[in-house]
Each structure stands twice: as C-alpha cells, then as structure tokens.
C-alpha cells in the first residue's frame, strides 16, 4: 500500500493554493492527466487527497461518517457563522435528528403557498427596483440592462424570507436585517475556510452580526409562542413543534442557528443557479423562447394575460426542468466538497488501481475531495460537455443516456445511471446537490425558488447578451465574472 502522489509544487507550506484557489476545475482536469482519478495536493499545510469521476464521487460521499467526516471538516468555517449546538457542532447523529426536522418544514403543503408568494416578490421586485427603471417606463421598444448577480442575490433572499425564513424575516429585510446578513456573509469566504479566526474587523463583524441576527430569531420565536399557533407555512414554525428522539424539543437557540445555517445554504447556491440560468437564456434567446412559450401553453388565460402557477404544475413543466438540471451540470455552486480523513482508508482499486500490487491508502490527518463539478463536465462522461443544452435532457434516448452510455462502455462495465436516478445514490457522474448522509434537502425548495423566478422574470421581459461569462472561484460559491449584465427588454402584452 502506498500514498496517493502528491502534486509537484514549489512553496512547501503553500503548496497549489494559488493554481486550486485561482481555477480548481482547470487544477483538476491537469492533475488527471498526470496522475490519475486520485491524487494529494498541499492546500496552506492541509493535505487535501483529490477523488474524481462518478467512483471518487462515491468513495467520498458513500464513506462512512466516522471515517471520512464532515464535521471535522467544516465546523471552523460554519459554527462561527451559524452558531452553536447546530449542524457540523454537534455529532453527526444529532445532526442527522436536526436535517429531519427540516425536511418536515420543506413540505409539499408549504410549498404550495410558496409559488404564489415567490412570484409577487418577483413581480413586486420588477415594478419598483431601480434596476428595472425601463421595464418601469412601460415601453416596450427600449432596452434596459441590470447585474444579473447584484438582482439575483436580492431577489432570492426577498423570496426565501417571504416563504421558509417567514414573515417577521422578511419585514426585517427592509431594515436591519439585511445589513447583518451582509455582515455575516462577509465571514463566509475561502479566507475564512483557511484562516479560522484572523485578528480582521470582518471577522469582528461577523461575530457581532451572528450574537444579534441569532437575538432577532429568538425573539421572533419567543413572541410567536407568546401569542400562541398561528400555523404559519415556515420554518420556524415546524422546527418549534420538532422534539429530538430522547423527548426533547429543540431549544430556541438551536432553532435560531439552525435558521441561519439554511438562509446560508440557500443563499448563494440559489442565486448563482439563477444567474447563470438567466445568462444562458440571454445568450441562447431561441430557447428563452420556447420557455415563453411553454409558459404560454400551460398558462394563458381567455383573455391573453397568464395566471399563476400551481407548485405541482411548476413540477410538471419539462422544458423548465431540463433548463435549470443543465444549468446546474455546468455551473454547480459547489466544486470542492470536503471531509477529514479520521482513520486510514483504502482506495477501492477500482478507483486508483496504480498497479496489481499496489494500492492507495489515504492516511489518517488528510481532507478527502469530491469535486462532482469535474464528472458533470468530463468529456469521457457527456457529449460536447461545454455546451449548454437543456434539450439533452428532455430526450431518454438522446445526448445525455448516450453519453451514459458512452461511460458504462469505456470502462469496460455496466453502469446503469438511469434516467430519473442521475441524481441519486453515491456513484452518479451529475450530483450538484451532492449524495448520501449529507446530501442536501434544499433541492425541491431551490427548483420551486429558481422555476417560479425564472418564469416570472420570462414572462414579464426578453433577455439578451454576447456571450456568458467565465466562473469566479474566489468566492465561497461559484459565480460569474464580471461583466455580467443582462440587456432586457418589456414584452408586449
Ligand atoms: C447540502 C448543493 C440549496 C440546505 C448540500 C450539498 C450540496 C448542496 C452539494 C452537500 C454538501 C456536502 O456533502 O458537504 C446545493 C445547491 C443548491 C442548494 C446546488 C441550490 C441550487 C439549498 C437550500 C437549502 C440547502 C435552498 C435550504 C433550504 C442544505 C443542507 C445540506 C445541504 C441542510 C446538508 C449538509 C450536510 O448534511 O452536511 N447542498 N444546495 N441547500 N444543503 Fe444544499
């Protein structure tokens, strides 16, 4: 048995930091030329062993959590931020009691209130923002243009506070509460990853900002039970009811925090996979297009104006759904996903296989990595892996079972990815919301959020721009570069 090679590089402590940091999906693809699917890489002294394809996908993701943990991975970044007694503070089977109380708040009754809230916030956004001053003008010869990033951020905390965040959040929007969110998303960046806790004002802010934005929910939750139920469709309503399995409920602070890590979760994720959504509809405008017009199929009223969407007729648009499933193949927000390595652990020869008589063992004190970003765009796993076609997706026996296919035959075996199961189970080449325990449960929450805000902002204007821009990696999740504005123009009605 032997380590895993470790990539060359000049400044010992250092390592790759800059070439991971700068562009780590390029890092990647270099690396496997080099060295294979498994390779160690020196990330500022961590030893960070690298996994990748559908394989390295599963040895990470489907490893046990007592081995290969997340906990001991992440707790530095989040507890500051999120708080304590939730999420990566607290062992593993706490955790896990902690996610099913939230899949109780993430129902199909709440998310049925949702659509309707979602697309007033959206529309109310449109007619008032500044932003949208020529869509406001009411003419529908001009074009306009805004930050498709700058709208996105505002838009998705608007419409995640009226909906799971609940009511109080969201009148807190237009006062304080945004400013503390801004503040504790300052201490939610790749420094923060790498430097725990530096001697910076930002990291004063961030401390500041989580003891009051943390206050601010027990409040609500205190004045909420004082004035008895009032079977709100949030959050915060369906943790208040949760009791863990030894008899108790959670405590309020535990509530709060848990709040923020979700507001943190979904956040950027969403706001990224809208923008880019938006820009790749901008840029290929003959499928804005057909988008309008399944809208217009499903939704036209007699009199030519469109009525709302039900959430299980948002479910049920195919065109919508390919959309934002090939949007996020090509730009998931997270391209390194982590957990320390607490024991020895072998690498399945079937992964690495560096000769008969060798295999991988990743010691105990390094991080593994799976970056599902690398499988979703490997030429070995999709056809014309850089272009963005949605309609890859709406067709069983086209591009994208053949490119399934094209994997199961090069190496040599059957691997039945499945249609509907792309996304499921551990060893999957398309995993944007990751796989196994730590899977996310934001997804249907973030398909209702994106596919009510995307149709909104589609039926009410045409989007154009000359190309879409590269990914910035220098944020904690991945976002476009600048310029990234988006020219628009008032549909006629
Ligand atoms: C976990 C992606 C939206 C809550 C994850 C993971 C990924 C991911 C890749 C796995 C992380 C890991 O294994 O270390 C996304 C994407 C989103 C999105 C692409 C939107 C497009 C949301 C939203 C929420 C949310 C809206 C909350 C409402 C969570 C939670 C976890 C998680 C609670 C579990 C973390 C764990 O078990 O360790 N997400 N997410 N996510 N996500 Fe999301």
Known sequence: ATDPPVIFHW????GS??????????????????????????????KVTVALGPKGNNFVLGGKSTVLNAEDAYTHLTTPVFGKDVVYDVPNEVFMEQKRFVKVGLSSENFRAYVGMIEDEVQEFLTHDPSFSVFQANDVNEWGEF???????????????????????????DKSFSELYNDLDGGFTPINFLFPNLPLPSYRRRDKAHAKMSAFYVDIIKQRRAKGNHGEPDMIEALMQQTYRNGEP??????????????????????????????????NPEVA??????????????????????YEELKALPLMDAIIRETLRMHPPIHSIMRYVRDDVVVPPSLSAPSEDKTYVVPKGHYVLASPAVSQTDPRVWKEPLKWDPYRWSDPEGVAAQAFATYADEH???????????????????????????????????YLQLGTIVATIIRNMELRIDGVPEHNYHTMITMPKTPRTIRYRRRKF
């Open 289 to 310: 297009d057909a988008l309008y017009q399944e809208q217009l199929k499903n939704f036209s009223n007699p009199d030519g104006t469109l009525r709302s969407m039900t």
């Open 11 to 14: 400044l010992p402590i250092i």
């Open 147 to 173: 930050d498709v990033q700058k709208v996105l951020q505002e838009i998705t905390i608007l419409t995640a506070s009226r909906t799971l965040q609940g009511k109080e959040v969201r009148a807190g929007m």
């Open 17 to 46: 930091a800059i070439s991971y940091g700068n562009d780590p999906l390029n890092f990647f693809f270099s690396a496997r030329e080099k060295y294979g699917d498994v390779f160690t890489f020196i990330l500022l002294g961590r």
């Open 250 to 283: 959670l405590k309020e602070h535990q509530i709060a925090h848990m709040m923020i890590a979700l507001l943190m979760a979904g956040q950027h994720t969403s706001s990224a996979s809208g923008s880019w959504t938006l820009l790749h509809l901008a840029a």
């Open 412 to 446: 040599g075996e059957k691997v039945d990815y499945g249609f509907g199961a792309v996304s499921k189970g551990t060893e999957s080449p398309y995993q944007p919301f990751g796989a196994g325990k730590h899977r996310c449960i934001g997804e249907q929450f973030a």
